[in-house]
């Protein structure tokens, strides 16, 4: 069975079969018994069962991928249900499955009916209140669900339980993968668990997960219409942004999940992956990100700081979700793996840019002690706690300064802890803005990016910032690629910010500068034409602090010669 969308039926499934043609895969039982003679039938009955979906788990040896043979049926947790009359599609009665999933509904006697999962979690009443949905990107992003076959409701109470089977044959799959929203929701299920044992009474804002078995990881393309959505990743659209069909429209937020085998990089049973991005949604939505996105992986590649923060912060959160410090991304269809050990340190270039320190701070703040460097075990609370309060009022970018200056502040008991974490990073430097690190990365050249933030003042001497690439350019996220000058405006006044291209700062003039007026993660003001010069003409500043965010748009693609501007603010 295709999970299929809300405004259509499985294929194949006839529901004027006998009922007891279904049973082994839909219903345990159907019907209900007749009424004695002479007896009137009751005007209701009650249908009750268990909502459960096919989880292929992973092969407990690493490298191995997912195991199809040590497939599980699991409890479909707090999904909607419904009871829907077989003839005019009316929805007559709507429950929601329990932790164990199992539901129940009262329904008109002796009606045709059959019952309805939908791949939804929503409460909306009272806080706590969530909305999340599976919907079909490449179906004009309708809804998943599964139905169970017709029947009638009979005199009696009566037992209709549904399963949505993997689909999975010996070697692929052979049938239609009703389980991947299931267990989709079942991860965000644990994942929004968490976040209530830190806040119980949270209020999360709607979240949509867009899969479909098309979604492949295209290079270059982002149509969620043709499946073609490059990786799965939590994406916000701003500025209507329009995606690259031949038709260009804009798309809605959401998380948005591989699921095609041929390509062999499916998503959907891989917890991991999918508690990362919802990680990203968390910081998002209850916190504050300011990462540029854009590729990373591991420690390969000295980030920015902001991407950096984010990557390890999605990491460390997933395995807080799932209380497995092991991340798997199953590849090659179900043969293998990618796996990341946070509770192993990984030497390789580890710092305040480097999305594998971040990650094994962050773990082993919430795990228990058990390493030289690891003599502390906050649990989540206090971790949620800095990401929703000093994580989002920051001057600074967000990065792990940010966070564990705040969590410092929050946690003074824990102190020597906390610091015997973050040296063990390579990280020195203090307070939000990481003034003094003296870690640059360690490259074979002086790569100029230290001090992370250079002070420049109100109508004073241009800064020299050089856009530079000595760790790569992709996305213009590493380390390098963005200059940070911290501007401290002391006054509401008008200022004019300009970038020009510059033979000083011991490279090349910048062909393209642009820039970014920062306020706690607010975008204040850009400029981002093209041309060898950049001015922000007359903006309006209110007293605050400021960051201003200056690099070279050819940096992309660019060699790691340093490509360097001139930078001036002016104003009464």
């Avoid at 984010?310 to 798997?328: C, K, L």
Wanted: hydrophobic letters at 35%; charged letters at 15%; one cysteine or more.
């Amino acid at each position: 069975m295709t999970p299929q969308p809300m405004n259509s039926r499985y294929l194949g499934m006839v529901r004027s079969a006998a009922c007891a043609g279904f049973a082994a895969v839909l219903l345990a039982a159907c019907g209900g018994g007749g009424g004695g003679s002479g007896t009137p039938p009751p005007a209701n009955v009650t249908i009750s069962g268990r909502i459960t979906f096919d989880r292929i788990p992973f092969d407990a040896t690493l490298d191995n991928g997912l195991n199809p043979a040590g497939t599980v049926q699991l409890p479909a947790r707090e999904v909607t249900v419904q009871a829907i009359d077989a003839s005019s599609n009316a929805v007559l009665a709507t429950a929601t499955t329990d932790a164990n999933g199992t539901y129940s509904v009262a329904v008109p006697s002796n009606r045709q009916l059959f019952i309805r999962a939908r791949a939804e979690m929503v409460k909306n009443d009272v806080a706590p209140t969530w909305n999340f949905t599976v919907r079909n990107n490449t179906n004009s992003d309708a809804l998943y669900a599964v139905d169970g076959a017709a029947a009638s409701s009979g005199t009696a109470n009566s037992t209709r339980n549904l399963n949505a089977p993997s689909g999975f044959g010996t070697n692929s799959y052979t049938g239609e993968r009703a389980a991947a929203p299931f267990a989709i929701l079942d991860t965000v299920f644990k994942a929004k668990e968490l976040v209530r044992g830190a806040s119980p009474n949270a209020v999360f804002p709607a979240l949509s997960l867009f899969w479909s078995e098309n979604n492949r990881p295209t290079a270059g393309r982002f149509c969620p219409d043709d499946g073609d959505i490059g990786t799965t990743s939590y994406i916000v659209f701003t500025g209507g942004e329009r995606d690259g069909c031949t038709v260009p429209q804009t798309n809605p937020d959401g998380i948005y999940i591989l699921g095609n085998f041929a390509v062999g990089d499916t998503d959907e049973f891989d917890e991991a992956v999918i508690a990362h991005e919802y990680g990203h949604y968390i910081e998002d939505r209850f916190g504050r990100s300011d990462s540029v996105g854009g590729e990373h992986g591991g420690s390969e590649t000295p980030l920015d700081l902001r991407v950096a923060f984010g990557e390890g912060w999605g990491n460390a959160f997933s395995s807080m979700v799932r209380g497995d410090p092991i991340y798997r991304d199953s590849q090659q269809g179900v043969t293998s793996d990618f796996q990341i050990d946070m509770e192993s340190d990984d030497p390789l270039n580890e710092g305040w840019f480097s999305e594998a320190s971040v990650e094994e701070i962050l773990w082993d703040l919430f795990d228990p002690a058990n390493e030289p460097n690891d003599t502390i075990e906050l649990g989540f609370t206090p971790i949620f706690n800095v990401m929703t309060s000093a994580q989002v009022n920051t001057d600074a970018v967000t990065s792990i300064f940010s966070f564990v200056t705040g969590l410092r502040a929050a946690n003074p008991g824990s102190l020597a802890a906390i610091n015997a974490l973050v040296s063990g990073e390579g990280i020195n430097g203090t307070g939000d803005f990481g003034d003094g690190e003296t870690n640059d990365g360690n490259p074979s050249v002086d790569n100029g990016v230290l001090p992370i933030y250079r002070d420049i003042s109100l109508n004073a001497a241009g800064t020299i910032v050089c856009s530079r690439s000595p760790f790569g350019n992709t996305s213009s996220n590493k380390l390098g690629n963005r200059g940070f000058l911290r501007f401290v405006n002391d006054a509401q006044r008008l200022v004019t910010i300009t970038a020009a291209a510059s033979n000083a700062g011991g490279g090349v003039p910048a062909t393209d500068p642009d820039m970014f007026v920062l306020r706690r993660g607010t975008l204040a003001a850009f400029g981002a034409g093209t041309g060898s010069s950049e001015t922000i003409s007359q903006i309006a500043l209110v007293p605050a602090t400021y960051i201003i965010e200056v690099f070279d748009f050819d940096v992309d693609g660019a060699p790691a010669t340093p490509r360097c501007m001139t930078v001036s603010v002016t104003g009464n």
